[in-house]
């Protein structure tokens, strides 16, 4: 059971970070708030995903505060 719910997790975050990385492919960039929007997770939570796409140099962080966004790495 602990592996099952493992990898339902790793195949969901992955699902997350595919969605998010397509939005930021059509659009240019995103935003904390799209990525609630499109995930229907809380804005601490989407932050953290866009965290993780940054940290693995999928994703660059532009501005702060209100104004950040997300765009693809070149």
């Known amino acids: 059971r602990i592996a ?8 969901k975050r992955e699902f997350f970070h595919n969605s998010i990385i ?9 935003k904390s708030r799209q ?9 601490r939570r989407a932050r953290r995903i866009l965290g993780e796409l940054v940290n693995m140099g999928i994703l660059e962080r532009q501005g702060a505060y209100k104004s950040t966004v997300y765009v693809l790495k070149n």
């Open 22 to 30: 397509q939005f930021a492919k059509e659009t240019g960039s995103i």
């Open 35 to 43: 990525v609630e929007e499109l995930l229907g997770v809380k804005q």
């Open 4 to 11: 099952s719910a493992h990898s339902f997790f790793k195949c």
